[in-house]
């Protein structure tokens, strides 16, 4: 999984004869392929899909580090099935990666595949359902099953095979199969490194780098394994050689530093060991749980405590009791666990205990979508506790900033005795993609806890009149013995209803979160600072919005985009960057209503859950677009979605 | 999740039961779960104990959590109410709905997950209040659902798929139930049909809070060497102590009456839980020497099944709170809403 490797290769291979095109457009690929020629490209987006448990994930992986070794830029998605084991060559047991590549760094899935290798004819019929490919793209199916002892299945194969050809697609078939069985008994089980070693060679992958990450993944195996699983790649990389006719070339991307290849839960992990918190509690959930296994691995190695709770409510518990003891903790969890973790995180809130807790969201609510992604809980995390509960609330904008993120967190955690949520969310988690090596850096540390003695006389909650802060003192602390409480309390700790006081502790606590503000970076505009439209996101989204703005803007669409880090407190200048433009509209990945509905009107409309927040804060007529597919957005759906907006005149607005 | 429906043609020769139903209306939608998953046979065996019993499929709804246990009510009974809720809250929706319609049967399916951590207080509070229902755990000792953490019921002796230690003492499900008051508690065992049927008709025929505790292997996580909850482990040290079977009314006319070793504990409507005891110590009746042989088997390794704790004397808690006759939901308004006199009478007296 944390791949990691000194050097990237700024070379092509040698065998590639053209020179680079200047900016290959979308279809190319096909159109101007010649036999013996590598085509190049710019990018290209790959899929494999196989029953669960066949190994396209596998083969998926694998594939998106060696493109990461080869220099290009890249993004993995996992292409996740409903079941545990679903049942073989069903549409809903489709399994496996999407991997896009580039010859520059790739902030997000992209749009519709090129290619795709299918190990049966069900699992990619779901991804042609789901609209997933696009018309005319390549296609290597494994054809086993023309021949299938089934006639049933034998019939459908065939009957698939001719509507894809019919349909357009560029379909190839491959022995996958028989081939294997040429070097091993179990050909199921080795096929996904054929297929590797397939893709290794349309994709002008060196087959040293292969051979380098097959080894890597197998490391834990014995060197027969190893052996044999290298063989079916070299066998895919010679079959592909002598029997198929698609070369493609995507040059590197111009990295220079060291790049580890990671997942957004393992950024998270990592970020949690490098801010130096070495307390995680956890209860297991969906797709936040390999962010705790991950450090549990870890921490074996590097110290650390990963506390597997009994529900949710005691984990959030455990995390506040470590911090309380001044060794502050994260609590990682998703949806539902967030929930339940309310009550306690109030309390954190109230008696002043830095904590950190990562929601990865998924699609809501209840048990909603569990694999998949929404950021549907922007607002609740914001305002979820009962009362007045003011917290930090921040969200990572890609894989790298998970790990950035967490460090952040903590050390707002400490310095402003905080709970600090940070939002990620399910594509995130799973999505894979190469980052530069960190560095460590003293500065992500938060600041020790003074320990030494206090005056005899020392008020616990000794809050500043400007800026509500206060030293805590934390048990053991000579002196500093105190006894906390979730009840509204005085500047000694003690219980108290007084009418004042009550309104001071609300106070202070409020006012922590204005200083913190005062500290905050006005978030840097893409595009230029004015214009007709400026896109707002937060979250995952960021590198699908830009890459609309992009696409827009070279239309000579006046668009630009921001993308907000801190949603709770928001930096200071943004009410400014939003009058530069003629409309303001956010895109997320949540529900909101549209005019489309006939219901729907200016005073019963519910807004994205951003657009909310913008509204609410800067009195901006902040219009939203939004779809809850528990897919990520796709940079050309948001583009479509501008275009609509920006045609459609203001005078037509319905209500307003 | 996905909803796979079966075809609905029937064989017009297939046996009905004493309602005229086949086995094929007790059936539910296709398991997606993993093959050869223990949960699997444990709706199978659900199946033949309504079947059997002659269940009215529409006076019954099976509750469940979240898991892949919690996920099997789809996989039964699918002519049936059902509510697959929250993980671990299911205890109490099953407490609030038996308290607005006596008039159901309750199945509870869930998992060791679901009501031995996130849910163990409510499962405990449905026990103590002697929620009408027959409560099923499909105890795999892993989170199945969520890939193979261990759970809370696993062994101390239990190594995980990648030798990891589990070092933490198990929580006996069983042990648990009976002193908290469960009125039946059993062990099943998912690989033991003719054991775990008469089991499920006896626990849905009995009048009060019914537990049984399946030992139901986790093929993908938790069924490995080394797993103290895998098919082979269980029958290798799966101690039976007590043989049962199930008598309905309509056959105590007929039945053979072998004096001796068999017991017969009699439930409402006239059913029969016959028992024949296969360890002589064992009384089911006695909670306290039950708790002590659950123990010290547990220690020497054994998994003890059967039907481990009876008490069919005592108030379930329709009786405790004295609710009427006709379920709640069925009352109409002139049942429902004070009359004026009433009314006035308590607004008497807060007038000053
Ligand atoms: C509040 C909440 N936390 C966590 C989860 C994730 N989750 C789903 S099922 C499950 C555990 C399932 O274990 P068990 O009840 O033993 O069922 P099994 O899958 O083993 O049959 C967990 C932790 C959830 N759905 N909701
Ligand atoms: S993961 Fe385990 S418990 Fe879940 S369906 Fe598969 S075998 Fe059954
Ligand atoms: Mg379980």
């Known amino acids: ?656 | 999740m996905s909803y796979i429906r079966k075809p609905a043609f029937q064989h017009p020769n297939l046996p009905k039961n004493e309602i005229g139903l086949t086995r094929r209306d007790y059936e539910g939608a296709m398991s997606t779960l993993c093959a050869g998953c223990g949960h699997d046979s444990v709706s199978a065996a659900i199946i033949e104990a309504c079947y059997a019993l002659g269940v009215e499929p529409h006076r019954l709804a099976k509750l469940s959590g979240i898991g892949c246990s919690s996920k099997t009510p789809t996989y039964f009974l699918s002519k049936s109410h059902g509510f697959n809720s929250v993980h671990g809250r299911m205890p109490s929706i099953a407490t609030g709905a038996s308290m607005a319609n006596t008039g159901l049967k309750y199945i509870g399916v869930s998992g060791d997950g679901d009501s031995a951590s996130i849910g163990l207080g409510q499962f405990a509070h449905a026990i103590r209040r002697q929620v009408n229902m027959l409560y099923i755990i499909e105890n795999n000792g892993t989170y199945g659902l969520t890939k193979g953490q261990f759970s809370a019921t696993n062994d101390r002796a239990s190594v995980g798929r990648k030798g990891q230690k589990n070092q933490f003492d198990p929580i006996d499900i069983c042990s648990l139930a009976i002193q908290l008051g469960a009125s039946f508690v059993a062990r099943g065992f998912s690989g033991d049909k003719a054991q775990l049927v008469p089991l499920i008709e006896s626990g849905m025929a009995h009048e009060g809070f019914a537990l049984i505790d399946v030992v139901s292997p986790c093929v993908t996580f938790n069924n490995h060497l080394g797993s103290t909850k895998s098919f082979d482990f269980v029958r290798e040290h799966n101690n039976a102590v007590m043989a049962t079977d199930f008598v309905p009314a309509r056959e105590q006319i007929h039945a053979e009456y072998d004096k001796g070793e068999a017991v017969d504990v009699q439930l409402h409507d006239d059913c029969t839980i016959r028992l024949r005891k296969l360890d002589d110590d064992y009384d089911p009746t006695d909670r306290a020497s039950a708790l002590k042989y659950l123990a010290d088997h547990h220690d020497r390794g054994e998994v003890v099944t059967g039907l481990l704790h009876v008490d069919t004397g005592i108030e379930n808690l329709r009786d405790k709170a004295q609710l009427v006759d006709q379920p709640l939901n069925e009352l109409v308004e002139r049942d429902l809403v004070p009359s004026q006199a009433l009314l006035d009478e308590v607004n008497q007296r807060r007038r000053w």
Not at chain 1, 29 to 47: T, Y
Not at chain 1, 617 to 638: A, H, M, Y
């Open chain 1, 1 to 656: 999984m944390n791949t990691q490797f000194p050097e990237t290769l700024q070379q092509g291979p040698a065998d590639v004869t053209s020179p680079p095109l200047p900016a290959a457009p979308e279809g190319i690929a096909r159109a101007s392929r010649q036999p013996g020629k590598s085509v190049f490209l710019n990018e290209h987006i790959v899929e494999i899909v196989s029953d669960s448990g066949e190994g396209a994930q596998r083969c998926g992986q694998s594939f998106g580090s060696i493109a990461a070794r080869m220099g290009n830029g890249t993004w993995t998605v996992e292409i996740i099935p409903a079941e545990i084991q679903p049942p073989a060559r069903s549409i809903a047991g489709a399994s496996g990666n999407r991997v896009r590549l580039a010859s520059r760094p790739v902030t997000n899935g992209g749009d519709e595949a090129d290619l795709v290798v299918a190990f049966n004819e069900q699992v990619l019929l779901k991804r042609v359902q789901e609209g997933e490919l696009k018309p005319g793209c390549v296609v290597l199916i494994e054809n086993k099953w023309r021949t299938d002892r089934n006639d049933e299945i034998a019939a459908t194969y065939l009957r698939t095979f001719d509507r894809l050809i019919a349909d357009g697609y560029d379909v190839h078939e491959i022995p996958m199969e028989v081939e294997c069985l040429r070097y091993v008994d179990n050909p199921g089980r080795g096929k996904n490194m054929f297929a590797l070693g397939v893709l290794c060679h349309v994709y002008c992958f060196d087959l040293q780098v292969a051979r380098k990450q097959v080894a890597f993944i197998f490391a834990k195996k014995d060197s027969a394994v190893v052996d044999s699983n290298i063989r079916l790649l070299e066998a895919g990389y010679e079959w592909a050689e002598t029997n198929l006719d698609i070369r493609f070339y995507i040059p590197p991307s111009d990295v220079s530093k060291p790049q580890i290849v990671i997942n957004g839960n393992i950024a998270v992990g990592l970020g949690v060991m490098a801010s130096g918190m070495e307390v995680c509690a956890m209860y297991p959930i969906t797709p936040a749980t390999s962010a705790s296994h991950y450090l549990s691995d870890v921490f074996a190695n590097v110290g650390g405590v990963v506390h597997q709770a009994e529900d949710e409510i005691a984990a959030c518990a455990f995390a506040i009791g470590s911090s309380y003891a001044g060794k502050c903790a994260v609590t990682i969890t998703s949806g539902p666990g967030f929930a339940l973790k309310q009550e306690t995180i109030a309390l954190a809130v109230m008696a002043e205990i830095p904590l950190v807790v990562v929601n990865v969201q998924r699609g809501g609510p209840s048990t909603g979508l569990p694999t998949k992604v929404e950021q549907g809980d922007l607002l609740f995390a914001c305002f979820g506790g009962h009362g007045d509960t003011p917290k930090v609330v921040m969200a990572a904008s890609g894989i790298e900033d998970c790990f950035y993120s967490i460090i952040t967190a903590r050390k707002i955690a400490e310095t402003f005795n905080t709970v600090v949520v940070v939002l990620t969310d399910a594509s995130l988690a799973s999505a894979q993609q190469p980052i530069p090596k960190p560095e460590i850096d003293t500065d992500w540390f938060a600041p020790p806890i003074d320990q030494n003695a206090v005056p005899i006389d020392a008020k616990p909650y000794d809050w500043d009149a400007t800026t509500g802060l206060a030293q805590r003192f934390i048990p053991g602390q000579p002196n500093g013995m105190h006894c906390l409480t979730g009840l509204a309390h005085d500047r000694l700790s003690h219980v108290a209803y007084e009418p004042e006081t009550n309104q001071e502790g609300l106070r202070s606590r409020s006012l922590k979160i204005a200083t913190l503000q005062k500290t905050l970076k006005t978030p840097t505009v893409f595009g230029e600072s004015d214009g007709e439209m400026l896109i707002v996101g937060w979250g995952s989204t960021k590198g699908a919005i830009e890459e609309a703005v992009e696409c827009l803007r070279a239309e000579g669409r006046r668009v630009s985009s921001l993308h907000l880090k801190f949603l709770h407190p928001m930096a200071a200048g943004i009410r400014e960057i939003l009058q530069c433009f003629d409309q303001v509209m956010t895109i997320e990945n949540n529900w909101s209503d549209s005019y489309e509905n006939d219901v729907i009107d200016a005073d019963n409309r519910r807004y994205s859950e951003l657009a909310w927040l913008l509204r609410a804060r800067f009195l901006i007529d902040v219009d939203c677009w939004s779809e809850v597919k528990g897919q990520p957005l796709k940079p050309n759906t948001i583009v479509t979605a501008v275009r609509k907006k920006l045609g459609r005149k203001k005078t037509q607005r319905k209500g307003i």
